[in-house]
């Protein structure tokens, strides 16, 4: 029988609510929620790891590095087939694709976690992870990359985001939809990815900050940026790639400061591209020296961007890996 490693990371799936304050907090250990993964045992031979009991905002991009090394080193195991991860699902999507970056390894790692927590009616612990685990012995999954999986959904960790603050399927990828689905036990996926990439480096830096615009926003968020020390800065700009006329003094600062300016979307769906030729539209913006992030949201760039400068300072290779 195939073994799979389930790493505890925490987040809802290892809370219930504590009667003193009414909340829920951290309580379950590895062991009693896979007691809760009923039959499983007819499908994989299970072993578990303790990492963490993080609740997700908890989740700092130091950590990530850790949990990267340390699934890498049980991927090296001959008797494991593929890891499952749980994670808190504020910031699964920003871990799963720091998990992606990094990882090199065609084993499935498969990130999970819940909407419910175990104290309330309808927790989807148990069956997520109990969907993971059949992605993570399935032959198919092999060479995916890192895969999400909730609401027994498959979506790439380069694609996902959270787009509800409750809802079961509240992880979907906008742009290409699902990469595949549990049925019956059984995963069935729709369509390969897109594209992959990997980013060789053990180091990150933590100095990269992100700016979302607004009407109106001027320069001061930029030159606190500056002034703070910043080797990079992700800008959340305006529709297609554009912002505020007061904002470009502060980007070409930072440029000239040598600091690695990357421009993504607020929007929801679609890339940055430099259309317009106004002051402050993306054209003048890419000539000045700024990055385009594609498609990323704000707050997978940032992630990228860590480990770009992790690896080098050169901003042509940073452009690069972009």
Do not use: W
Request: hydrophobic share 40%; net charge neutral; with cysteine.
């Amino acid at each position: 029988m195939k073994k799979v490693a389930v790493i505890f990371n925490g987040g809802t799936i290892s809370m219930k609510v504590d009667s003193r304050i009414q909340a829920a907090v951290p309580t379950l250990s590895g062991e009693e929620i896979m007691a809760m993964v009923t039959g499983i045992e007819r499908y994989a031979e299970i072993e578990c790891f303790n990492f963490s009991n993080l609740p997700g905002p908890h989740m700092a991009p130091r950590k990530m590095m850790e949990l990267s090394e340390y699934i890498q080193k049980i991927l090296l195991r001959d008797d494991i087939v593929g890891i499952v991860v749980t994670h808190g699902t504020d910031t699964l999507e920003e871990t799963a694709y720091f998990l992606d970056l990094t990882i090199n390894n065609k084993k499935p790692v498969i990130i999970t976690g819940s909407m419910r927590n175990s104290s309330e009616l309808g927790y989807d612990g148990p069956a997520n992870l109990a969907a993971s685990i059949c992605t993570a012995i399935s032959e198919k999954a092999r060479g995916k990359g890192v895969l999400v999986c909730l609401n027994n959904e498959l979506n790439s960790a380069s694609e996902v985001t959270k787009v509800n603050s409750m809802k079961l399927n509240t992880f979907q990828s906008p742009e290409l939809g699902p990469i595949g689905i549990i049925d019956n036990n059984q995963v069935i996926f729709y369509r390969n990815l897109v594209a992959k990439t990997h980013i060789y480096t053990d180091k990150l830096e933590e100095n990269v900050y992100l700016i979302k615009c607004v009407a109106g926003m001027n320069s001061d968020m930029i030159d606190f940026c500056i002034g703070k020390g910043a080797k990079g800065i992700i800008i959340e700009a305006l529709g297609r790639g554009n912002v505020p006329p007061e904002m470009v003094s502060g980007i070409e600062r930072a440029i000239n400061n040598g600091i690695a300016v990357v421009m993504v979307s607020r929007c929801f769906e679609g890339r940055v591209l430099d259309t317009y030729g106004y002051y402050g539209g993306g054209k003048l913006l890419r000539n000045m020296g700024v990055i385009l992030g594609g498609t990323l949201p704000g707050q997978k760039a940032r992630i990228k961007l860590m480990l770009a400068l992790g690896k080098t300072y050169n901003l042509k290779e940073v452009r690069n890996v972009f």
